[in-house]
C-alpha cells in the first residue's frame, strides 16, 4: 500500500522556535505538497514542489520555506514559530506532470505553538 | 483555477443513495474533476476522478453532463462510516495546484 509518512502526529512548540515538519513518500512520486487546515478555512496551500530542489509558493507560504533535496521527501520549515501557525498540517504527494492522477496524503501533523 | 461550489452539509440514512452536487462553472478545458473524503483527524483520502461522462469505481460514482460546468458524486447505499466531509476539485490540467473548497459534512443517521 502506497503511503506518505509525516514524522510527527502531535507536536508543541514554543514562540520564536525552528520547526520542521516532516514528509516522506515512498510512491517515486515526483510532487509534493504541504498544507495547513484551520477550522472554517479549509486546506490551504502552502508550498509545492514538482522536482527535487525545486520549489513554488502556493497560497499562503509567508513564515514558512521548505526543503526537498531528495524526491521521497519534503521537509516544511517554520522559521520563527508563532501562534497563528497552530493548526494542522497535511502533506501530500502525487505522480505526473500534472496532480491529474490525485493525491495521496499523510494522517496531519497537528502543530500547536504556545 | 477553477473554483467550486457544493453544499455545505447533508444528511442522510443508512442505506440510502447520496448525491452530492458540485459546481464549477469556470472549469478550463484540461481540467479534470476529483472528489476526496475527509475523516476527522485525517488527511484526505482520494475516492474517484473523471473528465467527462460517467466513472464508476467500488467506491462512488461520478456523473459529469456535457457542459462540464457541474458534476456529481454518487454515493450508493451510505453506511454510517461513511459521515466525512467531501471535497469536490476542479484543476490538474495545467497546474500542479489542486484547491480544496470547503467541502460538504456527511452526516450519515442510522
Known amino acids: 500500500d502506497v503511503k506518505v509518512t509525516q514524522s510527527s502526529r502531535y507536536l508543541v512548540k514554543r514562540t520564536g522556535e525552528k520547526v520542521f515538519l516532516e514528509c516522506v513518500q515512498d510512491m517515486d512520486h515526483e510532487n509534493m505538497f504541504w498544507y495547513r487546515q484551520d477550522p472554517g478555512l479549509g486546506l490551504r496551500l502552502i508550498y509545492f514542489?514538482?522536482?527535487?530542489?525545486?520549489?513554488e509558493k502556493g497560497d499562503i507560504p509567508e513564515g514558512y520555506s521548505v526543503s526537498r533535496e531528495k524526491k521521497e521527501r519534503f521537509s516544511l520549515i517554520l522559521e520563527s514559530a508563532s501562534t497563528n501557525q497552530t493548526s494542522m498540517y497535511l502533506c501530500?504527494?502525487?505522480?505526473?506532470?500534472?496532480?491529474?492522477?490525485?493525491?495521496?496524503f499523510g494522517s496531519g501533523t497537528r502543530l500547536t505553538v504556545v | 483555477l477553477a473554483k467550486t461550489t457544493q453544499p455545505i452539509s447533508m444528511d442522510s440514512y443508512e442505506g440510502q443513495e447520496v448525491n452530492i452536487t458540485c459546481s464549477h462553472n469556470?472549469?478550463?478545458?484540461?481540467?479534470?474533476i476529483t472528489w476526496y473524503q475527509q475523516f476527522p483527524s485525517q488527511g484526505p483520502r482520494f475516492i474517484i476522478q473523471?473528465?467527462?461522462t460517467k466513472v464508476t469505481n467500488e467506491v462512488a460514482s461520478l456523473f459529469i453532463p456535457a457542459d462540464r460546468k457541474s458534476s456529481t458524486l454518487s454515493l450508493p447505499r451510505v453506511s454510517l462510516s461513511d459521515t466525512a466531509v467531501y471535497y469536490c476539485?476542479?484543476?490538474?490540467?495545467?497546474?500542479?495546484?489542486?484547491?480544496f473548497g470547503s467541502g460538504t459534512r456527511l452526516l450519515v443517521r442510522p
Open positions: 476539485l476542479v484543476g490538474g490540467g495545467s497546474s500542479y495546484k489542486l484547491i
Open positions: 469556470n472549469i478550463a478545458t484540461n481540467d479534470y
Open positions: 501530500a504527494s502525487s505522480s505526473g506532470d500534472s496532480p491529474s492522477y490525485g493525491y495521496t
Open positions: 473523471g473528465y467527462k
Open positions: 514542489s514538482y522536482d527535487v530542489k525545486m520549489k
